[in-house]
């Protein structure tokens, strides 16, 4: 039972495009929602978050839009660059908790 | 300079043989966790603890022991190594449940 999903599990832009990375969640009481970054060899390491309160959140080419109605999220990355080739795990959490449930990711591509 | 720092960097065992790894931070924070990451699964939680000397199971702790014997360190001990086992396994620490810390990662082959 996986309760975020994300979408498309691997993605290939060109240098300069959108990259859009979708993530879904099941559990209403998910109230916070980080985007962890992954290059190979390395651990993740927190992008950008956001909390259930808000519907935007920019972090200069990276935004992240939350519908809560849908309960769906995704992350924007404006003018990609060789160097975002990355994994992306969209990750939630919620009120009160430590503990944190990641999306299996999605593996990003950007071709020069 | 690495703030959660992980041992082995890579193992290979054979099965049915005990593998710990350990797990080291220097960020002061309370939680540590363990999580394994195999493709098309992301980062699923094994063990984590929120105190030194208490752990508490996390989503797939069958086969996997944990320890925190300081609230610095954390040992992910597995008595009976299986193929299933195979596996990059990844330790994090957080202070705050807005941003989780982590080390380098264990890559662990089990033949």
């Known amino acids: 039972q996986q309760q975020v999903r994300q979408s498309p599990q691997s993605l290939t832009v060109w240098e300069g495009e959108t990259a859009i990375l979708n993530c879904s969640y099941e559990?209403?009481?998910?109230?916070?929602f980080p985007w962890y970054q992954q290059f190979p060899g390395e651990g993740p390491a927190l992008l950008i978050s956001?909390?259930?309160?808000?519907d935007k959140k920019e972090d200069g080419r990276f935004t992240i839009f939350f519908n809560k109605r849908e309960k769906k999220l995704s992350l924007h990355i404006a003018d990609s660059q060789p160097g975002d080739s990355a994994t992306y795990f969209c990750?939630?959490?919620?009120?009160?908790?430590?503990?944190?449930?990641f999306g299996s990711g999605t593996r990003l591509l950007v071709s020069p | 300079e690495a703030a959660v720092t992980q041992s082995p960097r890579s193992k290979v065992a054979v099965t049915g043989g005990k593998v710990t790894l350990s797990c080291h931070q220097t960020?002061?924070?309370?939680?540590m966790y363990w999580y394994r990451q195999d493709t098309g699964h992301g980062l699923r939680l094994i063990h984590y603890?929120?105190?030194?000397?208490?752990?508490e199971k996390g989503d797939i702790p069958d086969g996997y022991k944990a320890s925190r014997p300081s609230q610095e360190n954390f040992s992910l001990i597995l008595e009976l190594a299986s193929l299933s086992q195979t596996a990059v396994y990844f330790c994090?620490?957080?202070?705050?449940?807005?941003?989780?810390?982590f080390g380098p990662g264990t890559r662990l082959t089990v033949l």
């Open positions: 994090a620490s957080s202070g705050t449940r807005y941003e989780q810390y």
């Open positions: 559990n209403s009481a998910f109230d916070y």
């Open positions: 956001i909390l259930s309160v808000s």
């Open positions: 990750a939630a959490s919620g009120t009160g908790g430590y503990k944190v449930v």
């Open positions: 960020n002061n924070h309370d939680y």
């Open positions: 603890s929120y105190v030194a000397d208490s752990t």
